[in-house]
C-alpha cells in the first residue's frame, strides 16, 4: 500500500472544534461578480461565533460576501448559470437561494411535513431546482421540485425509497440518480435511526420530465446506507457507503454503477479496516477514469483508476487528518482535497503528489472545510 501521510497536530483539531465546520466549493465567474476581478472565487458554510454562515471570497481567500443562515447548512450547488443554492442539514427546512453569488438572498421553506434530507440539484438548463426530502406523513422519501428563478414550489415526486440524501443529475440532464439511505428518521426523533434491523438502500434513476423511476439498483448489504454519489460522462454512478451494523464488522464501501451492474471497489485490508466504516463524500477527476472517496473518521482519501473506463484498479491511499471534501481539479487524475482542519490540498494520482494550496494569509485559513466540493477549477 502506498500512503502518505499527513497527520496533523491535535492543536489544530481544537481549532476545529471552535471555529466550526463549512462545505467548501469553486464557483464560475460571471459579469455579476465583476468586483470580483473576474476571476474565480470560492464559497463555503461556516460556524464562528455560535452561529452559522455563508462565506464567499476571492481567489486571495480574502472574505467578499457573508450571510447568516438560520442553522447549520450541508449541500451546495450552483446551476450553469451561475445560481447558488445552500441546503440546510436534515431535517432541514430550509434552502438558500441566490440568482449570482452578488444577488438578494431568496429564503425557500420546506413544510414541516416533509424535511429537507441535505442535498439538492439544478436541472442542466437552470430552470428547475431538485431537493431531497423524507416525508414524515408518508415514511418515505420525496424529491421536490422548484422554479429555480421565483423559488415557488411546483410539485414533488416519490424517491422510490427511505432517506435519500445526495442526488445527482444524470450526464445527459435527463434523469436524475437518487440515493436512497435506506435510513428512517422522524424530526420528533432528531436524527435518530429508527429502522437499522429492516433498512433497504438503494440507487433511484428517476425519469426528470415526470419523475418516473425507470431503473433501481439494490444490494445485498442492508444495513449499507447509500449516501453520496458522483457521475461521470459515461453516466457511472460511484456510491459512496456508511456501514450501519456491527462496529466490530468491516464492509467494502464504495460501489460503482457501470453497464447496469453494482461492482464493490475493494482495497488492501488494512485501508478497509482503517475507514471506520464511513465514506463522506466521492468524487471522479475531470476524465471520469480516476475516482476518490474519503473517510473523515478515518482520515484517509483512497484512490481507484478505472483501466479502460472500466476496470476498478486500487491505486493508492492518503492518510490526512479529517479529509472530507472531494473534487475534480483541471488536471488528469487530480483531485482537490479540503479537511476539517482548515487545509486544502491538490492531488495529483498519475504522479501520486500531494501538494497544499495556499489560500492566503488572510480569511480563507479562519474556516474549516467540510464534506463537499464541485468540480470545479481550483488550481
Not at 460556524?47 to 449541500?75: C, E, M, T
Not at 449499507?224 to 459515461?234: D, E, P, T
Not at 498519475?350 to 494550496?357: D, R
Amino acid at each position: 500500500m502506498s500512503t502518505v501521510d499527513l497527520t496533523l497536530p491535535t492543536s489544530r483539531r481544537y481549532f476545529m472544534r471552535q471555529v466550526g465546520i463549512g462545505m467548501l466549493f469553486a464557483l464560475n465567474s460571471c459579469a455579476s461578480a465583476a468586483k470580483l476581478n473576474n476571476s474565480g472565487y470560492w464559497a463555503g458554510t461556516a460556524k464562528q461565533g455560535g452561529f452559522y454562515w455563508l462565506i464567499i471570497f476571492d481567489a486571495q481567500g480574502q472574505v467578499q460576501r457573508q450571510i447568516k443562515l438560520p442553522s447549520r447548512g450541508h449541500g451546495l450547488q450552483q446551476s450553469t448559470r451561475g445560481q447558488l443554492v445552500v441546503c440546510s442539514r436534515r431535517p432541514g427546512v430550509w434552502m438558500l437561494l441566490l440568482q449570482n453569488p452578488l444577488a438578494k438572498p431568496q429564503w425557500l421553506g420546506v413544510t414541516l411535513i416533509s424535511r429537507l434530507s441535505g442535498h439538492c440539484c439544478f436541472s442542466s438548463n437552470g430552470e428547475l431546482l431538485y431537493s431531497a426530502e423524507n416525508n414524515v406523513q408518508l415514511a418515505q422519501g420525496c424529491i421536490g421540485v422548484w422554479d429555480a428563478h421565483s423559488g415557488m414550489r411546483l410539485h414533488q415526486w416519490l424517491s422510490q425509497g427511505i432517506g435519500p440524501h445526495e442526488i445527482q443529475l444524470s450526464h445527459d440532464g435527463t434523469h436524475l440518480w437518487v440515493a436512497n439511505g435506506g435510513i428512517l428518521t422522524q424530526p420528533k426523533h432528531g436524527r435518530e435511526k429508527l429502522n437499522l434491523a429492516t433498512m433497504a438502500p438503494n440507487i433511484s434513476y428517476l425519469r426528470l420530465s415526470d419523475g418516473t423511476l425507470t431503473q433501481q439498483y439494490s444490494i445485498d448489504e442492508s444495513q449499507l446506507s447509500l449516501r453520496h454519489i458522483a457521475v461521470n460522462w459515461r453516466n457511472q454512478v460511484a456510491v459512496a457507503c456508511q456501514y450501519q451494523g456491527p462496529a466490530h464488522v468491516r464492509k467494502t464501501l464504495l460501489l460503482l454503477i457501470s453497464g447496469g451492474h453494482i461492482n464493490y471497489l475493494s482495497c488492501d485490508p488494512k485501508t478497509t479496516i482503517g475507514l471506520n466504516n464511513y465514506l463522506g463524500s466521492v468524487a471522479f477527476d475531470i476524465s471520469g477514469e480516476w475516482l476518490s472517496a474519503s473517510s473523515p473518521r478515518g482520515h484517509r482519501v483512497v484512490v481507484w483508476r478505472l483501466v479502460q473506463g472500466v476496470e476498478p484498479i486500487y491505486h493508492q491511499s492518503l492518510a490526512i487528518t479529517d479529509a472530507c471534501g472531494l473534487s475534480a481539479s483541471n488536471g488528469l487524475g487530480g483531485f482537490i482535497i479540503s479537511t476539517g482542519t482548515g487545509q486544502i490540498y491538490h492531488y495529483a494520482a498519475i504522479t501520486k503528489t500531494l501538494s497544499a494550496i495556499e489560500t492566503g494569509d488572510h480569511s480563507a485559513n479562519d474556516f474549516s472545510w467540510d464534506n463537499h466540493l464541485l468540480p470545479k477549477q481550483l488550481c
